[in-house]
């Protein structure tokens, strides 16, 4: 590191210290014994936090600065003060504010009185706030989300450019002064896509070049019809689960934003009318925050229930209840947190996992909690096993389980070693990833280490899945980047592999070999949401990642990558149309228009007020490729969740599927979608319910058509699809 380099961070910390971390408080309001605890203390949550200095939406950072703007003594910390009250203010949406504190440091006078850098300092927070006024009035608008999609088509180049020219010129300058600032140049390369002058305009030096992944052959190219189809809501980071609420076929979509302001949204897919939100009528409008939410059904009555993770991220200030809740089958939910035995615990977590893991036919829950060390040395919100008796929690994480103690970002049950019990794969950020194996007798052992499958060391998302099609569960874990200079690196194949995605391939004896080189997918994109599905029906399963970190200067693509027959993967973001710059988070797969293809639903948006966004849904455009889709019911209350379906198609081709809901943040629909390439008729269709061990077949299944499979019964049933008509 340079002398300049070490002085500018050490002149960056002492600006922004306390509006990135806030003031030290602690959110423990509550008495948990209290009747009436969850709504209140949800409501009360909202009011304290917004209240309060939290770095992402407390109002009391903007006073604290004004104040030190009062008092300054000096002209150098009247600077730092109004640095400080510039960010603050653009953190909580107040853009014109922003704009009026940092354009007095802009004038030539003042800029040629600081040192060199307190002029960098300046002139980033200054282009910062000139882009996100930009994004802001051209970008989050109904129709305005193809104006931020990487590459931006010239022909939809902002339409109001002043800001964005503002920020290029600004950016321009930076550069003269720090010509080593990667991120600098990579703004001035999206502020120029921007303006419809890239690459054109870019200075040769200056360029960064994306034509490597934006060329192809592909056709499939994937429109946001969101706002035809009526959906718009401006949301914070937040989950989804993208699935069929009332049993009718066509899968819904309900959102929860991290924002505890902000209440959860449900849109009712009514087929060719599109979505109407049903949000007060359901009762979802009582449920504030939650940065995630997973699909279950907890009591195994066939309708998709949700549960609820809040506090992720903000440690102390994360000290908030989970909330489970009961889908009632008549379009609306019921909160049985403290019914069920969930609401004596208040830990931070934004990531759970459901999984029937003692074969008893109910699902289990694993939370997984940000674990970190207390002033005495002592760790707390470890994370948590709960064992589902008759729709009963109880936790016994210690009994089971080593304690995993550690900054727990996602988890995923999967039956790795196909022995019929399903295993745990937790995804820790910079402590060590573990593998939980399943004995089937009570017992689990972390055998990560053994299997040398702990990395990458910052992980974030995980899962298990079969990329590969041989029949075995292999696992992805992406690593996570606090930052964007190694993401724009991982462009010009510079890779950090300590933040870089890992794919274990299980070789079907027990072990695993990582292989993300050979199968190109060795990037850095600080992943966050993300989700795997087959979206070109070829029947191998590819992968769409929603990236970003919390700070507004996280300007980076989403990640979309094609499965090539598990040989190796290939790079398709920018030719599907999905690479968009603005964060994104959960991910949910369904085919919400019932053509045999699987569709794609993104929350969007980061941490801070400023930074909402539009939710975006996919529709895939299809292609000739064929497929199957196939609903599951059991009639003996047990979990369609880890039911095994092979379909072979003769000539030792064989596609497979497990149910579930994907990955680690995003719930994709329990309905499956399965392509089946150039395959037109099923030789064998095998199901393997779970805690089962016998298979149910059926012969010569025609294909491009949704079939009704039970448990016991020797036919399936064609599916005829009516809006609010419950299949039986």
């Given amino acids: ?173 930076l550069i003269l002064i720090d010509p080593e600032n990667i991120k600098a140049k990579w703004l001035l390369n999206v502020t120029h896509m921007n303006l419809g002058s890239y690459p054109d305009l870019v200075d040769r030096d200056l360029l960064i070049d994306i034509s490597n992944i934006k060329n192809s052959n592909n056709k499939m190219n994937f429109k946001d019809i969101s706002v035809n189809l009526g959906i718009y809501n401006v949301d914070l980071a937040g989950g989804v689960i993208f699935d069929d609420f009332n049993n009718d076929g066509f899968s819904d979509i309900i959102t929860s934003s991290w924002n505890p302001c902000s209440s959860m949204k449900f849109y009712l897919n009514r087929g060719i009318e599109g979505f109407v939100e049903i949000t007060n009528e359901s009762n979802l409008n009582k449920q504030l925050g939650g940065l995630n939410i997973v699909s279950t059904d907890y009591n195994n009555d066939g309708y998709v229930d949700i549960y609820v993770m809040r506090g992720g991220w903000l440690s102390e200030e994360g000290e908030m209840i989970n909330t489970l809740l009961r889908n009632n089958k008549d379009l609306t939910f ?202 070109n029906n070829d029947g191998y399963e590819d992968i769409y990642f929603g990236t970003g970190y919390p700070y507004i200067d996280s300007i980076i693509p989403n990640a979309f990558y094609i499965n090539n027959k598990g040989l190796n993967f290939i790079d398709e973001t920018h030719s599907y149309g999905l690479g968009h710059l603005q964060k994104g988070h959960g991910i949910g797969f369904a085919d919400f228009d019932l053509d045999g293809d699987l569709d794609i639903f993104e929350q969007m948006g980061g941490f801070y007020l400023s930074d909402g966004f539009t939710n975006l849904l996919y529709e895939n455009p299809g292609n000739s490729n064929n497929w199957i889709g196939i609903i599951l019911k059991r009639s003996n209350k047990k979990t369609i969740v880890g039911t095994k379906i092979t379909l072979n198609c003769g000539n030792e081709i064989t596609y497979n599927s497990i149910v579930d809901n994907g990955g680690s943040f995003g719930s994709s629909s329990f309905i499956q979608t399965i392509g089946l390439n150039t395959c037109d008729n099923i030789v064998d269709l095998e199901i393997i319910w779970p805690s089962s061990d016998k298979p149910q077949n059926f012969k010569n299944v025609p294909v491009n058509k949704y079939i009704l499979i039970r448990e016991f019964e020797d036919s399936y049933k064609n599916i005829q699809f009516k809006v609010g008509e419950t299949i039986e």
């Fill in 334 to 535: 019921t909160d049985v947190t403290e019914e069920v035995g969930l609401l004596n615990y208040a830990y931070p977590s934004q990531s759970a996992a459901w999984g029937d893991y003692d074969n008893d036919g109910d699902l289990d829950l694993f939370s997984c909690n940000e674990s970190e060390i207390d002033e005495n040395q002592i760790p707390k919100y470890p994370s948590q096993l709960f064992i589902n008796e008759n729709n009963k929690f109880v936790d016994v994480s210690g009994n089971l389980l080593p304690q995993n103690n550690r900054y727990c970002k996602s988890a995923d049950w999967g039956d790795y070693d196909n022995d019929g019990y399903i295993d745990l794969f937790v995804s820790n950020y910079a402590g060590g990833n573990r593998l939980y194996k399943n004995f089937g007798n009570n017992k689990f052992v972390d055998i990560a280490t053994e299997l040398q499958i702990t990395n990458p060391y910052y992980s974030f998302t995980s899962w298990f899945w079969d990329y590969d099609n041989d029949g075995d569960l292999d696992i992805l874990s992406s690593g996570y980047e606090y930052g964007i200079v190694k993401s724009i690196k991982s462009y010009q194949d510079d890779i950090d592999e300590d933040y870089s995605i890992k794919i274990f391939t299980n070789d079907g004896k027990g072990r695993f070999e990582e292989n993300s080189k050979k199968l190109n997918l060795n990037k850095v994109h600080s992943v966050m949401g993300g989700n795997y599905g087959d979206l």
């Fill in 1 to 173: 590191m340079s002398n300049k380099q070490f002085t500018y961070l050490l002149v960056i910390s002492s600006v922004i210290i306390i509006f990135l971390f806030g003031l030290n408080f602690s959110l423990n309001y509550f008495n948990i014994s209290d009747k009436g605890f969850v709504l209140d203390s949800i409501n009360s949550y909202c009011e304290k936090l917004k209240n309060s200095s939290n770095k992402y939406i407390g109002t009391n950072q903007s006073k604290i600065w004004q104040t030190k703007i009062n008092n300054a003594k000096d002209e150098y910390n009247l600077w730092i003060a109004n640095i400080g009250l510039a960010n603050s203010e653009l953190r909580l949406g107040n853009f014109e504010n922003s704009r009026k504190i940092i354009n007095k440091f802009l004038q030539q006078d003042n800029l040629a009185r600081m040192d060199e850098v307190s002029k960098i300092v300046t002139l980033e927070t200054a282009a910062l706030i000139y882009l996100k006024s930009a994004e802001y009035e051209n970008c989050v608008i109904p129709g305005g989300s193809i104006i931020c999609q990487l590459p931006i088509d010239q022909n939809y180049a902002h339409q109001k450019p002043n800001y964005s020219k503002e920020a290029l010129n600004i950016l321009s300058e």
